[in-house]
C-alpha cells in the first residue's frame, strides 16, 4: 500500500485534546492548524498550532460541528489531514465521509465502519457475530416482546436509544407499570436530541464496573490490544476517575475481554484507536460499545504502554502498521478535573484563571489548555484538565495522586479538584471498592473539608480587594474558588511570586 505522507493536519477540536493532537503531531514533524470560535480566539490551542482559522461563533453547531466551516478551513490551509479528537465531530460518519470525499486523510476510522459502531444496535449485532457475549436486551421497539423480555430477565431495565452517546438517552425502568409510557417517552426524545426514534431495551445490571479495552487496528487488518481501563467512577454515567489495569479483576476474565476486543475489533474492519467499553458483573462481562475515536482517558494507557496513542494513529491513518504492544509498567490513574461545583450538585462555573499551580515530579503529567487568564465560560464541556499518575503499584499510582491534587491549585473557577482528591483518598478508593454506584454509594452530599479553605478565601480575597487589581468581580471569583480549592494546603502558599495579571 502506498504511504500517504502527513504533512499538515487540521485538529478540529478545542480544549485539552486539541493540545494533546497538536503536540502529538510535531512529534512527527507535521504542521498544525487549530480552528476556534469567537469564544476560543484567546484559548492556547490557536497559538500553540502553526496557523489558525476562525470558524464561527461560540454556539458548537456554528463553529466545531459545522462541518462545511471545517473541512473549507482545510482547503484554504491545504491541510492533507484532520483529526476530530473526541466530542463534536469525532464520531459523525457523514463527517469522515465528506473529508474523504475531499481528499483529505480522516485520522480515525472509515465512514462505514464508524456508522456501524456508532448505532448500538448494529454494534450488538457485530458483537454478537463476533460471540462477543452481550448485555441482554431486545432490539425491537414492539411493546408485547419487550414485555415479554422484560417479565422474563426482571426489572429493573433500561432503555436505550441506538443512537444515544455520553451517557444521555437511558432510562431505567423499575416497574411493568411504567414500560409503555418510558419507551413512548425515550422514542420521543432520542428522536429530539439524535434525530433517530429507534430505541433498545437491555437487562439493569444493579452493581457493574464498566471496563474497557483500547485497540488499533490498521489499514493492513491488524488489530491489537493495549490493556484495559477501569471507568467504574462515574457521575451520571460520565467517567471521573479512571484506572489501568483494572484492579480486582481475575486474569481469565481479563485475557477472555481481550480477546473479544480484538475478535470484535476484527470483525468490524476497525482501523484507527478505538475503545470496546463493557460492563463486569463478578467473572462476566458484557460488551456496551465500540467508541471509534481517541478516549478523554487514553493517556493512562500511553503512560502504562510508553506511547503514544496520537502518534499512532497518525501512522496508521498515513498507512503504517499498527505498532508491536510492549509489556505494560506499573499502574496509571487519571482525575478529570471539570469547572464544576461539586457541593451544590455540581453546577458549572465560570470565571478567569486568576492563578494555576500545576504539580509536578516523577509520574505525574497534567494534560490541560489552562493557562493564566484564560476565560472559562460554560459554551463547551466542563473538562479542565486531566491529572494523571503512574506508581509501580496501584497505591504508589494513588498516593501520588491524592499529593498532586492536594498541591493543584486554581483561582478564578471552581473545580472538582478538592472533590476529586477526597475520592482518591477515600478508604473505598483504596480497596478498589468500585462500581458505577460509587459515588452515590459513598460520596452523596460530599462537602469540603472545613479545614481553614474559609479563612483562605477570606484571606485572599482581603488581599486582592486591597490591591485593587481584580475589580469586585475578580475577588469574588477567587474567594468562591478558594472555597472549591484543594484542602491539604492553602491556596495563599501559591501566592509568593504572585503576579498580577490585568485583563
Ligand atoms: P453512552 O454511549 O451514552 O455512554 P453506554 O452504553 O456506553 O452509553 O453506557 C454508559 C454507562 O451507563 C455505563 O458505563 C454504565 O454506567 C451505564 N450502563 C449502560 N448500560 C447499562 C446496563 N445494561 N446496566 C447497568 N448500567 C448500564
Not at 431505567?172 to 409503555?180: A, D, F, H, K
Amino acid at each position: 500500500m502506498k504511504r500517504r505522507e502527513i504533512k499538515k493536519l487540521l485538529v478540529a477540536n478545542r480544549g485539552e485534546i486539541a493540545m494533546r493532537v497538536i503536540r502529538g503531531a510535531r512529534l512527527l514533524g507535521i504542521k498544525t492548524v487549530a480552528v476556534y470560535s469567537e469564544a476560543d480566539a484567546k484559548s492556547p490551542h490557536v497559538a500553540l498550532a502553526d496557523e489558525a482559522v476562525a470558524i464561527g461563533p461560540a454556539e458548537p453547531a456554528q463553529s466545531y460541528l459545522n462541518a462545511t466551516a471545517i473541512l473549507s478551513a482545510a482547503q484554504i490551509t491545504r491541510a492533507d489531514a484532520i483529526h476530530p479528537g473526541y466530542g463534536f465531530l469525532s464520531e459523525r460518519p457523514e463527517f469522515a465521509r465528506a473529508v474523504h470525499q475531499a481528499g483529505i486523510n480522516f485520522i480515525g476510522p472509515p465512514a462505514d465502519v464508524m456508522a456501524a459502531l456508532g448505532d448500538k444496535i448494529a454494534a450488538r449485532k457485530i458483537a454478537e457475530r463476533a460471540k462477543v457475549p452481550v448485555v441482554p436486551g431486545i432490539e425491537t421497539g414492539h411493546p408485547a416482546e419487550i414485555h415479554a423480555f422484560a417479565s422474563r430477565v426482571g426489572y429493573p431495565v433500561l432503555i436505550k436509544a441506538s443512537a444515544g452517546g455520553g451517557g444521555l438517552g437511558m432510562r431505567v425502568v423499575e416497574s411493568e407499570s411504567q414500560l409503555e409510557s418510558a419507551l413512548e417517552a425515550a422514542s420521543r426524545q432520542a428522536k429530539a436530541a439524535f434525530g433517530d426514534g429507534r430505541v433498545f431495551v437491555e437487562k439493569y445490571l444493579p452493581h457493574p464496573r464498566h471496563v474497557e479495552v483500547q485497540i488499533l487496528g490498521d489499514l493492513h487488518g491488524n488489530v491489537v490490544a493495549l490493556g484495559e481501563r477501569d471507568c467504574s467512577i462515574q457521575r451520571r454515567h460520565q467517567k471521573i476517575v479512571e484506572e489501568s489495569p483494572a484492579p480486582n479483576l481475575s486474569e481469565a476474565t481479563r485475557a477472555k475481554m481481550i480477546d473479544a476486543a480484538i475478535n470484535l475489533g476484527r470483525a468490524a474492519g476497525y482501523c484507527g484507536a478505538g475503545t470496546v467499553e463493557c460492563l463486569v458483573d463478578g467473572d462476566d462481562f458484557y460488551f456496551l460499545e465500540v467508541n471509534a475515536r481517541l478516549q478523554v482517558e487514553h493517556p493512562i494507557t500511553e503512560i502504562r504502554f510508553g506511547c503514544d496513542l496520537v502518534v499512532e494513529q497518525i501512522r496508521i491513518a498515513e498507512g503504517e502498521k499498527v505498532m508491536d504492544p510492549r509489556t505494560p509498567i506499573g499502574c496509571a490513574i487519571e482525575c478529570r478535573i471539570n469547572a464544576e461545583d461539586a457541593a451544590h450538585n455540581f453546577r458549572p462555573s465560570s470565571g478567569p484563571v486568576m492563578h494555576l499551580s500545576v504539580p509536578a515530579g516523577p509520574g505525574v503529567r497534567f494534560d490541560t489548555y489552562l493557562v493564566d487568564g484564560l476565560e472559562i465560560g460554560t459554551s463547551y464541556d466542563s473538562l479542565l484538565g486531566k491529572m494523571i499518575t503512574h506508581g509501580a503499584t496501584r497505591e504508589e499510582a494513588r498516593l501520588r495522586m491524592a499529593s498532586a491534587l492536594g498541591e493543584f491549585s486554581l483561582l478564578g473557577v471552581t473545580s472538582t479538584a478538592a472533590f476529586l482528591h477526597d475520592v482518591v483518598a477515600s478508604e473505598p478508593f483504596r480497596r478498589a471498592d468500585l462500581s458505577t454506584h460509587f459515588i452515590e454509594e459513598f460520596f452523596s452530599g460530599w462537602r469540603p473539608a472545613p479545614d481553614g479553605d474559609d479563612l483562605d478565601a477570606a484571606l485572599i480575597a482581603g488581599a486582592l480587594a486591597a490591591s485593587g487589581f481584580f475589580g469586585t468581580r475578580g475577588v469574588r471569583a477567587a474567594a468562591k474558588a478558594a472555597s472549591g480549592a484543594p484542602q491539604r494546603r492553602s491556596p495563599w502558599d501559591d501566592l509568593a511570586g504572585f503576579q498580577p495579571w490585568r485583563a
